[in-house]
């Protein structure tokens, strides 16, 4: 590993700081080296506040020292107005020597002119070191703005023999107060609500609000609850439902086309959608080739034959195709697996 990627490696490490509170800005970090010691770092910290570069360039104490120094981003210098002034403006007016940067921005507001900027004040610039870990830094951001959809994330646990849950064998006989499995473990449902802090949507489909009447809010987890989002073709939600009812922002969806959603949510600017449920919604997901990554929770027993009545029947997990397993590990005896889609649509 050579000085560039050394210094770009803590650049992407710190830029994970801001992991809660940057979205729809990208995850950034900036490290600013002096005769090869680090004299300055910074990260975008949140929404609206000043950029990586910024907080990087502020937090030297000596500003002499800028024109003898190198900045490293894992991003492009933004070079347009928006909430803050345009970094590379910064960087020109500081007269930093040189600029590394891991990968261009995709927004058409930057892309390549924050850069071209820049190297026509005279200032030496590097680009593509670590190109591939600073894409993985903001799949997000990058499937927002690379394929004009939310990156799509899949969620369910599912036991040990593949069963995911139950339900009455026909609407008319379910059961009130149905048994449901209980398949995740406490500290797998925190991390599920850590994981509804990252992500800006929720969806699941009508049968799964009906039947579980669930809040779909991060309540187990300090940070921000994201929009929640179900389907309803034919008038069957009950106003009275949870997610109905108090809390963030409930989309109801009145037709069940996976691209007019899909774009409904891009347009609101929706750069990470979790699908979390039921069986049906997630199949078609797959089936489409719409979703980027999995997290599987599979619990540590079989579904036990006395938990689903005889008027109930056992609803199977959902069947991944084009799936690489880059995560498997164990939490609290349960394997959690996370897999990503090989070819995305």
Known sequence: MNQDEI???RAIQIARCGEAGTAPNPMVGAVIVHQGKII???YHRKYGGPHAEVNAIDSVRDQTLLRDSTIYVTL???SHWGKTPPCCDLIIGKGLRRVVVGMQDPNHKVDGKGLE???QAGIDVTIGVLEHECEELNRNFLTFHRKKRPYITLKWAQTQDGIIGIRGKSRDSQPSGRPRLGISSPMNQMLVHRLRTRTQAILVGTDTALDDDPELTARLWDGPS???ATIDRHGRLDGNLRMLQSGPETIVFT??????MIYDLYRRGIQHLTVEG???LLQSFIDEGLWDEARIEIGDKEAPAQAIPPDCEAIAAPVLKQAKIVSDITVEG???LILLNSHPQ
């Open 334 to 336: 349960h394997k959690v």
């Open 117 to 119: 900027r820049i190297r």
């Open 76 to 78: 492009e210098p933004c």
């Open 278 to 280: 039921g069986r049906k």
């Open 40 to 42: 300055g770092e910074g």
């Open 255 to 260: 037709n069940q086309i996976l691209g007019e």
């Open 226 to 228: 994201p929009l929640r």
């Open 7 to 9: 210094f770009m490696k």
